[in-house]
């Protein structure tokens, strides 16, 4: 069963350093890139970084480049985000989520993570 | 980064028929394939269309997607109370290198 689990999300003061992560099993991890995408509270969905299967590049949102960084361990089918100089307006629901095609990284992802929420507030 | 543009909302009864637009332009819907997911409150994003015009196997076939130029339209017909949800269209930008969300849908079945 095709799983994606996030995790390390919680309330933290704004400026701080955060690191989430993407436990995933099911698949075969190392041959699909992925995706991170958020959800503000009673806001859309906006996109935020995908990295390449084998973690040589990576694409990020605008509104988050030179703040998060997103990386991953093939040998523990593992995502990561990592975000900086937290904001209050990265405060949202944060999923991973997987594309529909391995190899593929523009298109549709098919399977999501229940997410993890980061609130950002002193 | 701007979104793709859809209605905030639309509604409609039981058994009718809804189109949701989706409109971008060349550097996205216009060279790339469109995506669109639903949201049911509290829940993650479930995909319903991909490649355009393409469904997943467990999405009935009521939904349908299309695609001309730099515009997508996702169609529900015979429509459902379990249909009433958040949508989303989604395409790639050639110019952002980056995912683009529209704004999304939510639609009431009224």
């Known amino acids: 069963q095709v799983q994606l689990v996030e995790s390390g999300g919680g309330v933290v003061q704004p400026g701080r350093y955060l690191r989430l992560s993407c436990a995933t099993s099911g698949f075969s991890f190392s041959t699909y890139a992925m995706h991170w995408v958020r959800q503000a509270p009673g806001k859309g969905l906006e996109w935020v970084a995908v990295?390449?299967?084998?973690?040589?590049?990576?694409y990020y949102a605008d509104s988050v480049k030179g703040r998060f960084t997103v990386s991953r361990d093939n040998s523990r089918n593992t995502l990561y985000l990592d975000i900086k100089r937290l904001r209050a307006d990265d405060t949202a629901v944060y999923y991973c989520?997987?594309?529909?095609?391995?190899?593929?990284?523009?298109?549709?992802?098919?399977?999501w993570g229940r997410g993890t929420m980061v609130t950002v507030s002193s | 980064q701007s979104a793709l543009t859809q209605p905030p909302s639309l509604s409609a009864a039981p058994g009718q028929r809804v189109a949701i637009s989706c409109s971008g332009s060349?550097?996205?819907?216009?060279?790339?394939?469109v995506s669109w997911y639903q949201q049911l409150p509290g829940t993650a994003p479930k995909l319903v269309i991909f490649d355009n015009v393409q469904r997943p196997t467990v999405i009935p076939a009521r939904f349908s997607g299309s695609k001309s130029g730099t515009s997508a339209t996702l169609a529900i017909t015979g429509l459902q109370t379990g249909d009433e949800a958040d949508y989303y269209c989604?395409?790639?930008?050639?110019?952002?290198?980056?995912?683009?969300f529209g704004g999304g849908t939510k639609l009431t079945v009224l």
């Open positions: 989520a997987r594309p529909v095609i391995r190899g593929k990284f523009k298109d549709a992802v098919d399977v």
């Open positions: 060349r550097s996205n819907i216009g060279n790339n394939y």
């Open positions: 990295v390449w299967f084998d973690g040589s590049n990576a």
């Open positions: 989604a395409a790639w930008d050639n110019n952002l290198n980056a995912v683009i």
